[in-house]
């Protein structure tokens, strides 16, 4: 799967799960501040994530995601094996 | 509020009048049960012949696979859970000098690990749907202690505070995760003290007597009906007045 892919499926799982607002959705966009997410909503997303993309990702790999661009960077990265 | 309840240990006691109330209250209903088929059959045959809709699912709910493949099997065959009532339990007295490992580790995996493992379970879909509600059947023990019973009241107890934590973790989700703490219940559970204990028992109750299975499934009943979306954290104590 191609980088962009990646990152649109992220857009969609962000605001059909969490039911964000699209254009609030950047790459650099933290979690906590920028989008107001709180901790189980992270929880939520990496649910997803897992679901959608069939990886699997620890917790301690999680507590380090600030940004929607790390959270692609992981899944990047989990999906490369 | 309709949909889909799952009661643990619903072939007999406290687990089948609420799998009976919650079928007539319009859920359908999945009859889990650890080894009693045939008991368990009965109810499902009960709450179909009223014209409602149920099904038997086995399951040792203190078994992770278990549980696993219990809520994959309702999920496919009845969509997603939207009540899940924990109320499978045992006991296995004995003064606290004499209980064995064994004993102790029984109670606590049966009463408690399986509320653990159901719940979390459960909460997936309705985080996802943003709506649901947990009733977890703790019982007066875990509140007010019994001599004989140092496993079961502490899994009784534990089951309070996983309420009050859990509710506390989800509530943003419009899910309600309450307790329901049960007196002396005519049930066979009671029935194994014999007739000097329950005798006693109801001695020390307001009341009078002993409680009845429905007497406890009406509160069920309620914290899973529209009329209780405000009540979470909480654990209702329906005792005939013992533990006052």
């Known amino acids: 799967m191609e980088r962009t892919d990646i990152e649109a499926k992220m857009k969609e799982l962000l605001v059909e799960e969490l039911g964000l607002d699209a254009d609030k959705i950047t790459m650099s966009a933290t979690f906590e501040e920028d989008l107001e997410v709180d901790s189980l909503g992270v929880v939520e997303l990496l649910m997803a994530l897992e679901d959608n993309f069939g990886v699997q990702i620890p917790d301690e790999e999680a507590e380090s995601l600030i940004t929607v661009g790390e959270a692609v960077d992981l899944v990047e990265q989990k999906l490369k094996g | ?244």
């Open chain 2, 1 to 244: 509020m309709t949909g889909v309840a799952l009661v643990t240990g619903a072939s007999r006691g406290i687990g089948r009048a609420v799998a009976l109330k919650l079928a007539s209250d319009g859920f359908a209903v999945v009859v889990n049960y650890a080894s009693n088929s045939a008991k368990a059959d009965e109810v499902v045959a009960q709450i179909r012949g009223a014209g409602g809709k149920a099904i038997a699912v086995q399951a040792d709910v203190g078994d992770q696979d278990a549980v696993s493949a219990m809520f994959e099997v309702v999920t496919e065959q009845l969509g997603p859970i939207t009540v899940l009532v924990n109320n499978a339990g045992i006991t296995d007295d004995g003064l606290l000098l004499r209980m064995s490992v064994d004993q102790w580790d029984r109670v606590i995996t049966t009463n408690l690990r399986s509320v653990y493992l159901c719940t979390k379970a459960a909460l997936r879909s309705m985080i996802r749907a943003k709506a649901g509600r947990v009733i977890n059947i703790s019982s007066v023990s875990g509140v007010s202690g019994n001599a004989g019973q140092a496993n079961y009241a502490a899994s009784k107890a534990g089951v309070i505070g996983f309420t009050k934590s859990t509710a506390k973790e989800v509530g943003s989700r419009g899910i309600t995760v309450n307790a329901v703490a049960p007196g002396f219940i005519s049930t066979d559970m009671t029935d194994a003290l014999g007739d000097e204990v329950t005798g006693a028992a109801a001695a020390q109750i307001s009341l009078g007597r002993l409680g009845s299975p429905e007497e406890v499934a009406s509160v069920v009943g309620y914290l899973a009906s529209d009329g209780a979306s405000y009540i979470t954290g909480q654990t209702i104590v329906v005792d005939g007045g013992l533990a006052l």
